[in-house]
């Protein structure tokens, strides 16, 4: 027994297969119907309306249903694609046994404990027939697969069988007979009142009540299982029906027996707690297969495929009796394989397939082979059920073919587990003791080899062989018997060799492992359902199958999906675009598959560029996963050749930093965002026209000021400050102003917009004093004194440009890719002039890539000619006339000699001067607060937090900061009355040097995390008070962790935005407790918090426990529409059953009058954000300021205001933004 597939449940009473899909239906003891996906080992649904255990089910063959009866004595059709109950049929009086669908007609039959069975119309949804006459329960039911037959058995000890086909005749019509028939005599029904169902043979024979009877699918024969503990098989004819024979062996009650559906077999289980297997012709038990501490219930067969699934108390398990992998060889073009009793050979070049020779027949299948294609001989694996019983027969194949009458020569047969062709003439045989021997051409032992512990061996080239342990595989070198090297994998099922054998595919149950020929591992691949087989591309890639996709993998790693699979198939080889493999019939199948993918994947990781180039402008490759690969892997100027999708386009140009492309894309685009992107990229390469032409589309006139400042266009400045005046900007008028110098406009500006007092100031401080007169003049001075400029007062007056910058920055020259080349030539057959792209003249790049200093800030004026003069060897025609004599009063006073005067030997000693402490170098080399508060320096913490993060209160930070310095040092005791010595614990002590030093990282992320768990524990018990305090004070901590990488980045930033939606969320639940409830105003008020409450982003936990209230408020205010909502949105959470149950009954009330009474400031469909001051929706486009730090969003009118939710930033305050990963400067 092979088991493919177990499920832990509570006791399965019914199954049924899927007749097309890899699906099962198990009804449990618990009144759940589960539906599995066996293939894949998942639960795709569960069905839970029956009260009481389910013990009948059953798929329809063509319709998407099933049907279900239970102890309820209801009988349920199901539509599994609307994954609802669509109708119940009621009639029995009793617990259902079993329910079933007729293969052709709209009926189902069932079985129950009311002594009857019944024939019900499923489209008519009546009964059309009650079949009576047992006298005690009737355990089951079945339709004849294709006569008008049903057989029932029941605990009255007998078998009955129906004749149904009056019933046929009456309600469905023409049936064997044909139409004719049916008209020749259509009154006899009427006229006899001819019975719907008659008992044709009753089978007697059984001592107890019988638990299962079942037809064959073929021949007229029926079998039965009974509390006797015998499976009885029974023949029929039309007169009458005798028991042919009693297979004995069960040591409890039968519970179910079934034919196989293809073979002359017999399955039954049994409340013994096993399952066997009877041959149906000697009448003998051949296999049984027990488990522990379950006893089984029923069994079901699969209509088309070699499975079967068995139910017991803990679960179900299905599975195979055999194994049904073909076993086969491959020698060059020459596929050998064994179908039946004889081995065939399929030529892959012609197709022709052939029976080369019979082979003696076993009862076991051949489990594997070895070809040996010097000597023409084969060894054929057979495994027995017991491994120490396994056997192999050695073959010559008959020179002469007969494929009509193939030969059928005497093989020799020995034990062993595994033979293996090891050399021309000699082949290793793995023997029940698990001990190697080499065994020749006439089955003789020619020598032992002593191995390491292994329990399968597996071919790998000559005089070598791979060993599998249940963990590893090694590779043994018979001849001079040592290992030369392993893999620790799981448990290895096959192994396949590529042509040149230098690389090996390990095939494990889920794991894919390609190693070299010394079995170092490559990659590794895995697998979430069966691999089954394999085979090497020609160019080196890893085809391999599962249960329902090929596949492929190449040795970097990459892997994915070719295609998929109805059903498995084997491997054999790859040529192309064919696949060859064999089904599980045993059938030679060609498959197509498209390996373009793979191809190109393979191309691009060995660099064939050209290849790429042409598979991009040939093939059809398109899909976001290729586009995510190319990026992945560095490559996304290769994607910008075939990708069509502008946006896709635009994201690849900025990438790459081709602003070329880039800058085409957004012309097409023309989005605000896209144009703002491409800005900030060009700005980076100081592509100031692209820039220009970004901040013009997107009419961000500041930012466009600005850069004719910095680019010195002062023409177009001056456009700037017309289009300002124009435009009623008075800021960006003045701004233009001073940027321009133009002091009379900055005058007029100001006196403009009634600042007399700075117009006044600025006209007098310039020196325009005719300006300042008009000014002193046109105010009165008595009651608003102008001010005087101050002595001091120095001109706002902005440094001339020494050159209008007209070309964007110089880019250093770099070596163009293949790709760029490619694409330029591409653009000069299109016509496009190349004379745009600079010709790539093959030198090295400049070891400038990336140094962006332009020496415009050195201290010396950055001195031009500082190489040419370094340089010794000057020739003559640099020679200057430099013995120039100084007069001796330019003479500079010289600097004191170290060696002057004898002050070295006066004794004086001179103290060493004071180093610099570790907790400054932390402060140079970090811009993290927490570094600065582990310094010691809280004023450039609380300036760091305050650009950052926007703190302006830092009362709440005191206790943080005292706790985080007091972990920033260790103090050593010395010697008695002297002071202790501090030591400053690093991070990174192992690789820091004397400045580069970082402090030890006291509070880390799994702290604060482990916090939040309490707080929800509070949250949880309702303490909302403790629990805010918790919030917060995590909230506050985040600005003072230290993370390493992007991920914990990231988390930090959700758990910012936790603390944040709760603290909003509880604040305003606080709120509300505390609001009058007095009138109805204040009810709707109240109403409308605990609405808002429920859009928090809290755990479900905590979310089902904010729709619990809002939905008792809601419904209490007889706003029904909106209390439903909140009832779906809770039974959706899964809450408890109780609680489910509550809310199920609010819905039903809810839903027979869906309106609402009050109107509200509400609208669940509308997305909003909830203001944490006023607690109103600030619905999406509104205007909201945001507080830096918790993010927490306001009304306009709180802008300024320290944030309610941290209780430290300032609302609306634009910061740099939280940092904690630490770089060194």
């Excluded at 006797?228 to 519970?255: F, P």
């Excluded at 609680?1139 to 009058?1153: E, F, G, M, S």
Aim: proline content about 5%.
């Amino acid at each position: 027994m092979l088991t493919k597939f177990e499920t832990k449940s509570p006791r399965v009473k019914g199954l049924s297969f899927h007749p097309a899909r890899p699906w099962i239906l198990a009804s449990l003891h618990n009144g759940v119907i589960q539906l599995w996906d066996y293939r894949m080992c998942t639960l795709l649904d569960k069905f839970d309306e029956h009260d009481g255990p389910v013990r009948g089910v059953d798929f329809h063959k063509q319709q998407p249903l099933f049907v279900s009866g239970g102890d309820d004595y209801k009988i349920k059709v199901w539509n599994y694609k609307q994954r609802r109950c669509i109708f119940t049929l009621l009639g029995h009086l009793d617990y259902i046994r079993t329910t079933v669908f007729h293969h052709e007609y709209p009926w189902i039959l069932s079985a129950s404990d009311d002594q009857t069975v019944r024939i019900w119309n499923w489209q008519s949804r009546n009964c059309i027939s009650v079949l009576t006459g047992h006298n005690h329960y009737v355990m089951c039911a079945q339709f004849h697969p294709t006569e008008d037959m049903v057989v029932s058995a029941s605990l009255d000890q007998t078998v009955r069988v129906w004749d149904i086909s009056g019933l046929r005749k009456k309600s469905v019509a023409p049936g064997p007979g044909g139409l004719d028939d049916h008209m020749k005599n259509p009154g006899t029904t009427d006229l006899f009142g001819q019975a719907d169902a008659v008992v044709k043979h009753v089978l007697e024979g059984h001592d107890r009540g019988v638990n299962w009877a079942n037809f064959h699918p073929t021949m007229p024969l029926i079998v039965s299982g009974a509390d006797d503990r015998q499976i009885k098989l029974w023949r029929m004819n039309d007169n009458k029906a005798w028991e042919v024979d009693t297979c004995r062996g069960h040591y409890n009650n039968v519970s179910c027996a079934i034919f196989h559906p293809r073979q002359e077999l017999i399955l039954s289980n049994s409340e013994d707690k096993s399952i066997r297997v009877w041959d149906m012709s000697k009448r003998t038990c051949l296999h049984t297969f027990r488990r522990e501490h379950d006893r089984f219930w029923v069994i079901a067969g699969h209509p088309t495929l070699n499975l079967f699934a068995a139910g017991h108390d803990a679960g179900m398990v299905i599975f195979k009796l055999e194994r049904e992998r073909p076993a086969h060889a491959l020698a060059g073009n020459l596929l050998y394989y064994v179908k039946e009793k004889y081995l065939r050979k399929l030529d892959l070049t012609t197709s022709r397939d052939t029976a080369v020779m019979q082979l003696r027949a076993g009862r076991s299948p051949v489990y594997s082979m070895s070809y040996n294609q010097a000597e023409n001989a084969v060894l054929l694996c057979t495994r027995a059920a017991n491994a120490e019983n396994s056997t192999y027969d050695l073959y010559a194949m008959p020179k002469e073919e007969n494929s009509s009458n193939p030969d059928a020569p005497e093989g020799k047969r020995s034990s062993g587990l595994t033979a293996i062709w090891v050399a021309r003439n000699r082949f290793a045989v793995l023997d029940k003791s698990h001990s190697l021997v080499i065994k020749n051409l006439k089955n003789e032992v020619t020598k032992k080899v002593t191995i390491p512990n292994c329990d399968e061996i597996f071919y790998a080239g000559t005089g070598m062989l791979l060993l599998r342990d249940t963990d590893a595989v090694t590779l043994f070198d018979v001849q001079q018997k040592r290992s030369l090297g392993q893999v620790k994998i799981p448990k290895c099922r096959y192994v396949v060799w590529s042509a040149d054998m230098a690389t090996v595919a390990l095939l494990s149950k889920h794991v894919v492992t390609i190693a070299t020929r010394k079995l170092e591992v490559l990659c590794s691949v895995h697998e979430n359902t069966r691999v089954k087989s394999g085979t090497w591309d020609d160019s080196g890639v890893f085809v391999y199958t599962t249960s329902n996709h090929i596949k492929y993998a190449i040795t970097n790693g990459d892997h994915g999906i070719i295609r998929t699979l109805d059903l498995p198939v084997y491997l054999t080889r790859i040529k192309g675009a064919q696949v060859f493999c064999l089904d599980r019939e045993c059938k030679p199948r060609v498959l197509t598959i498209d390996p373009t993918e793979y191809r190109f994947k393979l191309a691009l990781v060995n660099r064939k560029y050209e290849e790429v180039l042409h598979m991009v402008r040939n093939a059809k490759l398109v899909g976001q996963s290729i586009i995510a690969y190319l990026q992945q892997k560095g490559y996304p100027e290769v994607a910008l050749h075939f990708v069509k999708d502008e946006k896709t386009r635009f994201g690849l140009a900025l990438e790459c930093s081709n602003i070329e492309a880039a800058l085409d894309a957004a012309k097409s685009l023309d989005d605000k965002d896209c144009w703002e992107k491409l800005g900030e990229a060009a700005l980076l390469q100081g592509n100031h026209q692209v820039v220009e032409m970004c901040y013009q589309r997107t009419k961000n006139f500041d930012k466009l000021s600005f850069l004719y400042l910095i680019t010195g266009n002062l023409d177009k400045l001056k456009k700037m400050m017309k289009i300002a005046e124009i435009r009623k900007d008075t800021s960006g008028h003045f701004q233009n102003a001073l940027y321009l110098g133009d002091v009379e406009e900055r005058v007029k500006v100001l006196a403009g917009c009634g600042q007399t007092s700075l117009a006044y100031l600025t006209a007098a401080t310039h020196g325009l004093h005719d300006e300042a007169e008009k000014i002193k003049e046109g105010v009165d001075t008595e009651k608003t004194p102008l001010p005087s400029p101050a002595p001091g007062a120095r001109l706002l007056q902005p440094p001339p440009p020494i050159a209008q910058s007209e070309q964007n920055w110089p880019l250093l020259t770099v070596s163009r890719g293949f790709f760029d080349s490619a694409m330029i030539a591409g653009k000069k057959s299109e016509g496009v002039s190349a004379g745009l792209v600079a010709e790539d003249d093959g030198e090295e790049a400049a070891g400038g890539w990336g140094d962006d200093d332009l020496g415009l800030d050195d201290e010396d004026g950055g001195d031009e000619f500082k190489d040419a003069e370094d340089d010794d060897g000057e020739g003559d025609g640099w020679a200057a006339e430099d013995d120039i004599e100084l007069p001796p009063d330019l003479d500079l006073v010289s600097s004191p000699k170290v060696d002057e005067g004898p002050a070295t030997d006066d004794g004086y000693f001179v103290a060493p001067v004071r180093g610099v402490p570790p907790t400054q170098h932390w402060c140079n080399n970090s811009s993290l607060p927490v570094d600065h508060v582990l310094a010691g320096n809280v004023e450039s913490a609380c300036r760091l937090l305050h650009d950052q993060v926007g703190v302006v209160d830092f009362s709440p930070y005191k206790q943080h900061f005292l706790s985080t310095f007091s972990r920033s040092r260790t103090m050593f005791s010395c010697l008695a009355s002297t002071p202790s010595l501090p030591h400053h614990p690093q991070s990174n002590w192992k690789d820091a040097a004397a400045k580069t030093g970082m402090p030890a990282v006291g509070m880390k992320l799994s702290d604060l995390v482990s916090r939040l768990q309490s707080a929800y524990q509070l949250t949880t018990s309702g303490k909302f008070t403790e629990a805010l305090t918790n919030f917060r004070s995590i909230l506050l901590s985040i600005p003072l962790l230290v993370v390493e990488t992007k991920a914990e980045e990231q988390e930090a930033q959700q758990l910012l935005a936790i603390c944040s939606s709760y603290l909003v969320g509880l604040a305003m639940e606080g709120k509300r407790k505390e609001l009058p409830k007095g009138t109805v105003a204040e009810q709707v008020r109240v109403c409308e918090m605990a609405a808002y409450f429920t859009h928090c982003n809290l755990q479900p936990v905590h979310q089902i426990l904010t729709l619990r209230t809002a939905l008792n408020l809601f419904f209490k205010l007889k706003n029904f529409k909106t209390a439903g909502s909140f009832a779906r949105r809770l039974l959706e959470l899964g809450p408890k059953p109780e609680v489910a149950q509550q809310t199920r009954k609010i819905l039903q009330a809810c839903d027979k009058n869906p309106t609402d009474e009050h109107k509200m400031n509400y609208d669940e469909h509308n997305p909003f954000d909830i203001c944490a001051a006023s607690f109103v929706p600030i619905y999406k486009g509104a205007e909201c300021e945001s507080a830096p730090l918790s993010g927490a969003k306001y009304c306009p009118q709180f802008k300024g205001e320290v944030c309610r939710v941290d209780g430290v930033s300032q609302i609306g305050k634009g910061v740099a933004g939280l940092k904690i990963r630490r770089k060194i400067k």
